[in-house]
Structures are given as C-alpha cells and as structure tokens.
C-alpha cells in the first residue's frame, strides 16, 4: 500500500484539486446578487427605477398676457411687424395658456430693455378730441393716446382712426363717427368689445364677443353716414 500523503486530500502527490478555494491565487467566485441590489435593478428580471418627469408647462397670468401685448404694440408702431403678424400674434397673445406659449410670440423681437419705458400715460402724444377731413384726409395710427370721447367727421374725403397701437384712456371709448359722402374707417385692436349704433355702420370681424372676459375695454361706435359708411375692422384691408 502507497503511503498517503499529507498534503490534504486532493489529487496525486497532494495537489489541491482544480477550482477548490484553497488554490492559491484565484479568487472566490463572486456573490449573486440578491434582491433589490444594484446589479439586480440594472438586469432584466430587476425593478424599473423611475426616471425624472418633464417639469409642468407653468400657466401664463392675466398680467403676463397683458405685458405681451404691449410688447407687440410696440413692435407693430416701430414697424418691426405687418398688419397681418401683429392681428395673429395679438390674437394667438390673448388665447396662451403657458409661457412658453408667450414666449414664442416674442422670441424674434428686442429684449424687454428695448421695449417701450415705463413712463406715464401722459408722455404719450394727445390728438385732442376731434378728428376733422373736409375734402381731404385725416388720420391717426401708431402710438396716440385716445380720449373716452372722440369724434371723427369727413366731408368729401375720408378718416381712419387705428387704434391698435393706441392706448385706450378709459374702460368705455365713445367715438362719434359722421362720413357726408365719405369713408370713416376704424381699426379695433383683438380683445376690445365693439357696441355700434347710428346708421350707415358696417363691422367687418371674426371675434366672438363671448370669447372677450367681462372686464375687455368696451368702444362705443355711433356712427352716421350719408352716400358713404362707417366701416369698422379687425383689420385693415389687404
């Protein structure tokens, strides 16, 4: 009989058998991940980590919405936009529901430092009370301030009174409007509620005034016309 040897019990000549943990130089197998390690929420079989949800659109205010619309009547009276931008952006202005919404109305115009200053409504130029064409023309756009009452009379010629980037001085603006064998246009700014009366008067719109809040500035449009009209738009003509 062969005399055992006494360097354990592995192989021929007491060599440790392969793969044993005694075998110099090689390390333990490693653990198996146990439930709800890192490893196992990395694999397949692990639970799905939540990923960060896209920050909510923040909803715009009543006073950033008006802040936007004085930007754009700026921009309209610098002739930074035509007639048909300023209606879709005043009107697209009015409708926003989030900033981002404003934002984009304002994004190829000057910063707020560029805008309009905040100065008193008296700095605005003041046209008086009358607006007066015998066989001429008379008419006042871009930057004015309109009076609560104004009256408009054209005879043999023609008035236009543009009130988009015109700041309106009280919540109710009557305007007397009297064409003899004449056009009297007026062009209303989106989110103004128009009341007519007289005779001889057209309006030309599409803005529902169910849409426009409870407090929208009120025009007070009596008109008379004789062999011409009173036309009232949303936008001047093509």
Avoid: C, N
């Amino acid at each position: 009989m062969e005399p055992r040897s006494e360097g354990g019990t592995g192989g021929p000549g007491g060599a440790p058998e392969r793969g044993s943990a005694s075998e110099p130089g090689r390390a333990p197998p490693p653990a198996a991940a146990g439930p709800g390690s890192e490893s196992d929420a990395r694999g397949t079989g692990g639970p799905v980590l939540p990923r960060p949800s896209a920050a909510p659109a923040i909803r715009a205010s009543d006073t950033e919405r008006e802040d936007v619309l004085r930007r754009l009547q700026d921009a309209f009276a610098e002739g930074r936009l035509d007639d048909d931008e300023f209606d879709s952006r005043m009107r697209a202005a009015l409708s926003a529901r989030t900033r981002t919404d404003l934002d984009g109305l304002l994004a190829d115009l000057p910063a707020v430092a560029s805008a309009r200053p905040a100065v008193p409504g008296a700095a605005l130029p003041s046209e008086g009370r009358y607006a007066i064409a015998i066989k001429g023309s008379v008419r006042r756009a871009g930057r004015w301030r309109v009076p609560h009452r104004l009256t408009t009379f054209a005879y043999k010629g023609g008035s236009q009174l543009d009130l988009r980037a015109a700041e309106l001085t009280a919540q109710v603006t009557a305007i007397r409007a009297v064409g003899y064998k004449s056009d009297v246009q007026i062009i209303v700014p989106p989110g103004v509620r128009v009341v007519t009366g007289g005779f001889g008067v057209s309006r030309d719109g599409d803005e529902s005034e169910d849409e426009l809040p409870a407090d929208a500035p009120v025009l007070h449009v009596r008109g008379f016309a004789y062999k011409g009209r009173v036309e009232i738009r949303a936008r001047p003509r093509p």
